[in-house]
């Protein structure tokens, strides 16, 4: 067993900081230890952060993985939905920002009315049809991604999730990966890794992919990098690999004969 400094909101912002993003994170961290690796570990990656503090502690997670990258995830303690923040502060972030990534915390529920001018992506993870949790962070979106984990026909939740133009884009790990947009159907095999820890392959996937088509607004070649970032970062234990950065995505991509 190890440690490390993750969570959807943290991986995120550390590896589009490496591949060349400009971000900021948002996030609520308890004043303890854990707090302090967190702001630490940030510190260290030339990402910006923002805080509020929740007295329940900073948010944990215990990751069970099997040899195959299987995972089961619990959370101590989680974060509470109501708790003091400076609302104004964070409204001069949203209106600062070009892109919003919303990460699905339920404390992030208040702020979804502030975004309707912005462009949003959001990660829901492992998605399950049906479930009314996810609604207001799909309608907040207009790029959308999910795992395929928990969906009996994937392709008929990507048509429901991809009504009024949206972006949809499904991981299927090992079995690469899947998008839906404008009324059709891209696939993208994955590629040959070496499994040492699957943590953060999700999210790494996901910085691949956005900071590809801001740079090429080019689905497909979006699809293959974000395979790459993916597939890098379940070879290491890090939830980031330390050396990521763009131009090794496109050395990679290369060497594999990925154009």
């Known amino acids: 067993s190890y440690e490390r400094c993750g969570s959807t909101g943290t991986t995120k912002a550390v590896a589009l900081k490496k591949l060349g993003a400009d971000v900021t994170l948002y996030s609520r961290l308890g004043r303890d230890f854990a707090g302090d690796q967190i702001k630490a570990y940030l510190t260290h990656n030339k990402v910006p952060f923002v805080t509020d503090e929740i007295e329940s502690g900073t948010e944990r997670h215990i990751n069970l993985l099997d040899e195959s990258g299987d995972r089961i995830s619990i959370f101590l303690p989680q974060a509470p939905v109501s708790i003091g923040l400076d609302e104004l502060r964070l409204k001069a972030l949203i209106v600062e920002s070009d892109i919003i990534v919303l990460n699905i915390m339920d404390y992030n529920l208040p702020f979804i009315p502030l975004l309707k001018e912005k462009e949003v992506w959001t ?3 492992d998605y399950l049809d049906m479930d009314p949790y996810y609604n207001p962070f799909i309608e907040a979106s207009q790029y959308v991604f999910l795992s395929s984990d928990r969906l009996m026909d994937y392709r008929s ?3 429901k999730l991809g ?14 990966s899947t998008a839906y947009w404008e009324n059709r ?3 993208q095999s994955a590629h040959d890794f070496t499994l040492v820890d ?3 392959a999700g999210d790494n996937y996901f910085s691949g992919f956005l900071v590809e088509y801001l740079k090429k607004r080019n689905l497909e070649r979006s699809l ?3 395979s790459v970032c993916g597939g890098l970062a379940i070879e290491t234990k890090e939830l ?3 050396s990521l ?4 995505l496109e050395r990679i991509m290369i060497q594999k004969g990925i154009r």
């Open 240 to 242: 980031v690999p330390e």
């Open 245 to 248: 950065n763009y131009d090794m």
């Open 198 to 200: 699957s943590d953060g």
């Open 185 to 187: 159907f891209y696939e």
């Open 163 to 176: 009504r009024g133009g949206k972006m949809v884009v499904v991981t299927h790990g090992k079995e690469g």
């Open 157 to 159: 939740t990507l048509k």
């Open 123 to 125: 990660d829901l993870h």
């Open 224 to 226: 293959m990098t974000a």
